[in-house]
């Protein structure tokens, strides 16, 4: 979720994450100009970006796509190289969504998703980002590595992925059963992995071409997938679309610590515990860590890097991405989205369609509300949504600071609340320990941060330079400060950072231009679905977490792509597959 896992899955429901060169020197200056205090400017509006007077090109393009977010990116990259005339619009200064990168003080920070793995995959069975960066023909180095570690009410360990690394940290905090039961669980959903994993997410489009470029194309591994499975693994497989709980509770788990630690492990993956997780979802993340030679990935020079991968893809194919244009309005004609109309007043004409990596409640704003059915609108208004994040950004000297520090730790203050309750769940990133680059030398970048799990309502309404906000502020920080201090130990000070961001709902709201700071849809598997790609108004499409597959990194990947295959013919579509072999 929040860390923004990278792994395939076209099913999965949910999953939390550097302009044009994409290499270590780039360096990204960014309006998140929050002073190093920890005190936000004081200048209003919902970004503080100052819009281009002059559009840089021509002020059309066969697709309009509004937003830079990865979604965005994905789809923008592959219309582009499928040969469409694209031009992405950005509000901020720097392209990425949730999962830009940004510079102060020579400290290089993430804002959004930090824990990946998967992007080094190939193949039919490769993530949804791994596909689209293959297509777009972009290289992304990472460091590989195979743990973190984990700080919970019983006390803490070093926890490793693969088959067996976990047994001891079951022994020590599980019942004497808990070993076998955990056999049991990797017994019953490893092989799950090849059903699940045989119809990869880029050969999905939203039409009937995905008989075509999907069902018949890979029906044959679908079916040799089920019959290597034998008639019980065929059984289990009949879960992949309902909640994984379903699947603990039919094996008749009872180990305290592997429920909770599976609950946390889906509440990592999706912003939800197991009762509200697509087994499919879950049954991936097992394949892509418990199996021999799993690993982890960060990519060299940050998350940044992702973005600056997929941008340097999307150029590459003559695809044009302008910053600093504010998208004040979708614009419908003859019953059409036309374009659109960016804040200087200019209408960008979109000749084939318009395309919004917005959230679907920020979307519909951008809509007249003459031309949004009841139907729609009503559906947008009653979708329950994640709550927000608090977020704590430290640069900070790595004199005494121990050498062994890690780049992730997490943080559970006590199982009993639920692991998605607020100031529970404290999640650390330090990427300059595998990129040394993101922070000046012999210094560290930190991002600690509560994932989906701040109640916006408690911050609604303050005035971000009044006395109460900056209280609410220091009260609702001190749950991260704790969690940096016993993750690092010895040697770590607070009067001793060099940087001190503090982000809340509001600076979430404002930065990221997200409805009320929401992480997400709220949608539980079993219960409801995530939204398509197409909306009421013909030539308006939507992409990214508010729609299927759902929120998080290879989630909206997989959605920028299924809207740019929609968008081209079955035959455009098959010989990219077959381009990227798969």
């Not at 990133?429 to 600690?448: E, M, N, Q, T």
Request: net charge neutral; glycine share 10%; aromatic share 8%.
């Amino acid at each position: 979720m929040a860390l923004g896992l990278v792994f395939p899955s076209f099913m999965q429901i949910h999953q939390p994450l550097s302009l044009c060169s994409f290499n270590s020197s780039t360096v990204r200056k960014t309006v998140l100009a929050r002073n190093s205090n920890g005190q936000e400017p004081s200048s209003t509006g919902s970004i503080a970006v100052k819009e281009k007077k002059a559009f840089p090109g021509k002020p059309e393009a066969d697709v309009v796509v509004i937003g830079s977010g990865i979604a965005g990116l994905c789809c923008a990259g592959l219309l582009a190289r499928y040969g469409q005339d694209v031009l992405v619009l950005e509000s901020h200064d720097l392209p990425g969504g949730a999962a830009h990168s940004f510079e102060i003080k020579g400290y290089k920070f993430d804002s959004g998703p930090s824990l990946f793995s998967g992007f080094q995959s190939r193949g039919p069975q490769a993530n949804p980002l791994a596909q689209v960066l293959d297509a777009l023909g972009v290289s992304l180095p990472c460091v590989k590595y195979d743990s973190w570690m984990v700080y919970i009410p019983e006390g803490e360990f070093l926890s490793r992925i693969g088959p067996t690394e976990f047994f001891k940290d079951l022994e020590k905090y599980g019942t004497p059963n808990a070993v076998q039961e955990w056999k049991k669980l990797l017994d019953a959903i490893l092989p799950m992995s090849a059903a699940a994993m045989a119809l990869p997410p880029l050969s999905i489009r939203g039409d009937f071409g995905v008989l075509s470029t999907a069902a018949a194309r890979y029906a044959p591994s679908l079916l040799k997938s089920f019959v290597q499975m034998g008639p019980q693994g065929a059984l289990g497989a009949t879960k992949l679309l309902r909640p994984f709980s379903e699947v603990i509770d039919s094996l008749e788990l009872k180990d305290p610590f592997i429920r909770n630690w599976v609950d946390l492990l889906s509440f990592l993956l999706s912003g939800v515990k197991t009762n509200g997780i697509l087994s499919a979802e879950m049954v991936y993340m097992f394949a892509e860590w418990y199996k021999p030679g799993s690993c982890l990935e960060y990519p060299l020079h940050g998350t940044g890097a992702v973005v600056d991968a997929l941008v340097q893809g999307m150029k590459k194919f003559g695809g044009r991405l302008s910053l600093g244009s504010h998208v004040e309005k979708i614009v419908i004609e003859n019953d059409r989205a036309s374009g659109v109309k960016l804040r200087s007043g200019q209408f960008v004409r979109a000749k084939k369609a318009v395309i919004s990596n917005a959230s679907m409640w920020d979307t519909l704003k951008l809509l007249p509300k003459e031309v949004v059915p009841k139907s729609y609108l009503d559906r947008v208004n009653t979708t329950p949504q994640c709550e927000s994040f608090m977020h704590l950004h430290l640069g900070f000297d790595a004199e005494g600071i121990r050498e062994d520090l890690g780049i992730h730790h997490i943080v559970v203050n006590d199982w009993e609340r639920g692991v998605d309750a607020d100031q529970n769940v404290v999640l650390i990133s330090i990427p300059s320990v595998l990129s040394p680059d993101l922070a000046p030398p012999g210094k560290h970048v930190l991002h600690a941060y509560l994932p989906g799990t701040e109640p916006f309502g408690l911050w609604e309404g303050l005035d971000r330079r009044s006395t109460e906000y900056k209280n609410l502020k220091a009260e609702r920080s001190e749950v991260m400060w704790r969690a940096v201090e016993r993750a690092i130990g010895a040697g770590f000070s607070r009067d001793k950072c060099e940087v001190k961001l503090v982000g809340t709902p509001l600076t979430h709201q404002r930065f990221l231009r997200r409805n009320r700071g929401t992480y997400g849809p709220a949608i539980e598997a079993g219960k409801n679905s995530f939204p398509g790609h197409s909306t009421p108004i013909p030539q308006l499409y939507c992409c990214g977490d508010s729609t299927f597959p759902g929120i998080g990194v290879p989630a909206v990947a997989a959605s920028g792509a299924i809207v740019a295959n929609s968008l081209v013919s079955v035959s455009q579509h098959s010989q990219l597959l077959d381009a990227i072999g798969i």
